[in-house]
């Protein structure tokens, strides 16, 4: 290729900026508001605002509304886009970088890189919403089921109600039965041990209580299905369980033990 034509793509500029690569790094393992991130970052809110807007325009950041106050925003990750666009600038460099980067594109840790907890033991994830009646039900089997049982997952609510149908329709067709699952409330899990404590629930995040072993903390943003405008159709239960497939994938690739 002509150097002309080699123009850098537009991502490799934009996560060079030091400010951009540390937001982005941030999100990509918890979704987080504006004023935590001027927090972590140690900088004034006009210049996160601003790194938040050009990653946004990249389509490389999303934003939610909080449910907890609507007042609030939180901005997550687009880990599949900036892994698209990624392999796209190392196949704009040349073929063989894109063809490296291929395997990665299935979001699945391969066989020896499968996650353990502390002293080598299958390590254990928490996941909390409000009912746990369908977000924090589907998480735990999805997490389950796509580590096949390497990874012991739990499920809780601060305010429990019997599991949504839809949610039980929407985990049978992807060959997962929570039939007999039942909810539970938080404080169930009080004195347990996890190496990740999950909060899928904007209202649930503000009033989790301190696990044991200080648990390394996450949040996802995600609208309750059974609150969303079309809730009398399957169509919230899908687009949530389509999110969490996701974001369950990206966590099966991280380390838990520390």
Known sequence: MPAAELVPPPILSLLADPHRWRLFGELAHSDRRVGELTDLLGAPQNLVSYHLRELRDAGLVAARRSS?????????AELQRCRDLLAAAGGALHPALALALHPALAL??????????????????LFLCTGNS????????????????QVEACSAGSNPKPVHPL????????????SANRSKHLRKFARSRFERVVTLCDKVREICPEFPGRPQPAHWSMPDPAAEPDADTIAPFERAADELEERVALL???RMDH
Do not use: K, T
């Open 134 to 149: 369908s977000r924090s039900q589907m998480a735990e089997a999805l997490l389950v089921h796509r580590s096949n049982g």
């Open 68 to 76: 907890a106050d609507r007042r609030d925003v939180y901005y997550r």
């Open 167 to 178: 949610a039980v329709q929407v985990m049978a067709a992807r060959g997962i039965d929570i």
């Open 108 to 125: 699945v840790p391969p066989p020896q890189s499968q996650p353990r907890g502390r002293a080598g033991r299958a390590p254990r994830v």
């Open 252 to 254: 099966l690739a991280e």
